[in-house]
T-cell receptor, first 117, second 110 residues
């Protein structure tokens, strides 16, 4: 149980285009999902906290107009990287916190590797 | 803000040797979690510790949470090549988002 999927698993796009990444909790409901970014050989950096039915909470230094987050249902959150540039190339990972279950437990998706040319 | 420091950054061991990674928080934690990330993969949840002084074991892995709930360790006994990966600790206070340490990359030489 507690499976989180991400789509796509990888994407290559041209500079200036927008890319949407989906994060789904497959067998549980999550009011809270988190979006992380991980550069090569570095740790996970929290970008934003996505709350179902409300606006996302962005971490300091993360542009909310560039990284649009929508959490429209208890099983789906999306991250849209708008007007992507090469410096946005990274591994984007989402995680979901079950409504019921262990306190603060998070389950991670497999990640989306974004390459911007 | 809350910071989580993890050492060492890298560790190379011979197969069969033990391995330990340490995690320290600048603030008292409600809980600490450990994750393993294989090369090219995503973090996989290993365990969560919530009680002061708690010790949990998973086969060859031993996890400890300090009495002051500000530090933690992961010890692997007799490492195997399957243990290769990066081990992250992550903690938070209350309902705040998890803050991850920088991770310890373990390589095991057969």
């Amino acid at each position: 149980g507690a499976v989180v999927s991400q789509h796509p698993s990888w994407v290559i796009c041209k500079s200036g285009t927008s890319v949407k990444i989906e994060c789904r909790s497959l067998d549980f409901q999550a009011t809270t999902m988190f979006w992380y970014r991980q550069f090569p050989k570095q740790s996970l950096m929290l970008m934003a906290t996505s709350n179902e039915g409300s606006k996302a909470t962005y971490e300091q230094g993360v542009e909310k107009d560039k990284f649009l987050i929508n959490h429209a249902s208890l099983t789906l959150s999306t991250l849209t990287v708008t007007s992507a540039h090469p410096e946005d190339s990274s591994f984007y990972i989402c995680s979901a916190r079950p409504i019921a279950g262990g306190y603060n437990e998070q389950f991670f998706g497999p990640g989306t590797r974004l390459t911007v040319l | 803000g809350q910071q989580v420091m993890q050492i060492p950054q890298y560790q190379h061991v011979q197969e069969g040797e033990d391995f330990t990674t340490y995690c320290n928080s600048s603030t008292t934690l409600s809980n600490i979690q450990w994750y393993k990330q294989r090369p090219g993969g995503h973090p996989v949840f290993l365990i969560q510790l919530v009680k002061s002084g708690e010790v949990k074991k998973q086969k060859r892995l031993t996890f400890q949470f300090g009495e002051a709930k500000k530090n933690s360790s992961l010890h692997i006994t007799a490492t195997q090549t399957t243990d290769v990966g990066t081990y992250f600790c992550a903690g938070n206070s209350g309902n705040t988002p998890l803050v991850f340490g920088k991770g310890t990359r373990l390589s095991v030489i057969a």
